[in-house]
């Protein structure tokens, strides 16, 4: 069937325009766009009203975007380094120079063998044509090493897949007509915002919100009940909910019956949990725990808000599952109000094999390397087990100096003088300053996209409002010059990114619609489980899976304690206490830092501590610390908190490492130990000491 795709280009001689675009940051928000453009210029960027998740509201960071977009540090030309590296010494040079000599030096380490070449990229922008379309075609064609990309929510993912059926749940409209909503894992006001409207709404209308999450966030402050359990410990608190349900009997044993599957193996497990079990392990009162289960008993509608800040531990993947059986039992899912939300991102029908051309690899079955460890595979040398050492690396849309676990070893690995690297930015971030060149991409505002929502359930088109600033190319453009170079003839290499825009859905998605009015809805059922019919092998929920039993695992969901756990293991005994770094509300991961109004409102790096932590240290509030392990340390400033509990300190926000008092950030802390299922990254299972430092700034 053809596509109704238009994609009509804006008019460059109205002035002023409002061209409607999309956010495409790493949130589950995705809002629609309005950019006003006078005399070529944006000058605004507002929510459109015109979209109801968005209702005519951005989070401060987004409203800022001409301050970004516009920045004077912005790269507006290829640089090549001219010192050494990491020097940060880098000369201007023209496109063709840059492109003949990075296709030279690819294609020199691709003939001894291309799996020496390592793409690495992220959620810079989550469109589907800057994200991942020409770029994969490109190292296919090329037989370069694949990338597992686990380092946000591949735990979590693995859960729901062995669950629920895949990315699939609640509406998140209907949470405004909830009665119960559970924020599990998740700071909402910070990092969810428009959810945060609908449960406002809801909570306006007599529901309940109760937030479980070990730190008193600025969501939590606002919540009814907050419940503020250790990191990692959320199967514990799962099973101890399911056992109340049953001793009770708070179940909906029809639903249960009809739409589920292992019922009576995961009630002999749950049962093993009273809820005293589980207080001791999440430290929390067993009272709260049982006053919990009562409500998510007999209050209705009962949804639950699910975020990945509760899979970043060595047991996330089995506490999603604990989770996520939740609303079965209890037959919440016959609501469209009840239920649950991770990810609505499974129920876009993205043509991923158009976009991305995996026959290109032409029967190559490349390497995949986990970005979770990418600083132990930066130092691995070649053996018959790893293949070749990765000599050249190609990142776009991801700061990994800053972003992965154990930058300390990131950074070794990027100063190595052998390795090669281009990185394709918009600022000289940290992993920028290690590269052999840097090439300029354009940003949202300057190129086309198409997007799917992990938030909410439209699909979202974005229109370029201003033309590419100084020599700035679109990373699907980058790539396509790249291909070039490289002699790749196939016709794909040709296509462009409206090309590109209309491939990522084709039929499937209203193109005119997207044209005019820059979003179009997917057609899907108010309460999709209702009557079952879950997207697992056997159409049920499955709080048994076969699948996993026939891996070798556990069927059912169980409580993993962390990797890290306080006085577990003599290696761990000098460092007490947990830390966890959640999102900071002014920046999104490691972007916008240096938007100097939203790092002004961000104030310093800094590491919150309960006074009861911080007095026996000598620790006062604004004192320069010393946070460490064996891994590393960081210094940044202590803030005295109750948003701490004791025993678990937090360092909010990806902070650049340049902009750290010793001139890291908090990963430098962080292990590069995987999750039970997905092997995502743990950071937050993560033992770290803290201490005073006498003078610095
Ligand atoms: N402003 C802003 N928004 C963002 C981001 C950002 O950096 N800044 N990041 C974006 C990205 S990449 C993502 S993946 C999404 C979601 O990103 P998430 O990482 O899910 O972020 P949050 O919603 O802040 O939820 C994390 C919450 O989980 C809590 N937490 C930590 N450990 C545990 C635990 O073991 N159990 C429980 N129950 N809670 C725990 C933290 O204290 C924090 O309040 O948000 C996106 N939105
Ligand atoms: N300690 C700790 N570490 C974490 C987390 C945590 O909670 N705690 N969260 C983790 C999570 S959830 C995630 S998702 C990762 C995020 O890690 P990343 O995906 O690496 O996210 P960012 O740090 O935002 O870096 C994105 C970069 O892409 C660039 N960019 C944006 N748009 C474009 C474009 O169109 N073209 C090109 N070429 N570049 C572009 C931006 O300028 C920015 O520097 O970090 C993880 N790291
Ligand atoms: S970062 Fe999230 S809340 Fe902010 S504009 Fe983008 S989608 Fe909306
Ligand atoms: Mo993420």
Redesign the pocket.
Known sequence: MPDNWNLTPISPTVSPLQVRGACPH???DTCALLTTVEGGVATRVQGNPAHAHTAGVL?A?VARYPERTYHPERILSPLKRSGAKGSGQFVPVGWDEALADIAARLQAIATRDAQAILPYSYAGTMGLVQGESMDRRFFHRLGASLLERTI??TAGTEGLVHTLGGKVGMKVEFFAEAQLILI?????I???LHFWRYAQQAKRQGAKLVC????R?ETADKCHEHLA?R??T?AALALALMHELTVHDWLDHDYIARYTLGWEALRERALQWPPERAADVCGVPAAQIRALARDYGTLRPAAIRL????Q??RGGGNATRAVACLPALVGAWRQRAGGLLLSSSGYFPVQRAQLQRPELLAGRQPRSLNMATLGNDLLRPASADFGPRVEALVVYNSNPAAVAPESGKVVQGLARPDLFTVVLEHFRTDTADWADYILPATTQLEHWDVHLSYGHTDVLLNRPAIAPLGQARSNAQIFRDLAARMGFTEPCFADSDEALCRQAFGAAVDGALLDAQGFAPLHLPDAPFAQGGFPTPSGRCEFFSARLAQQGLDGLPDHLPNHETPGAAPQHAPYPLAM?S????N???STFVNVPSLRAAEGRPLLEIHPDDAQPRGIEDGAVVRVFNARGSYMCHAALSTRARPGVVHGLGIWWRKDGLNGTNVNELTSQALTDLGAGPTF?DCLVEVEAVADCS
């Not at 599990?184 to 909402?188: D, L, R, T, Y």
């Not at 975020?307 to 509760?310: A, K, Q, S, T, V």
């Open positions: 790493d949130c589950p989070c960071k946000c929510s599990w894992g998740s700071n909402s910070t990092s969810n479980i999450d070990p730190r966030s359990l990191p990692g959320d975020n990945y800040g509760m970043r531990v966890i959640p999102p900071a509300r920046f999104l991961n937050y």
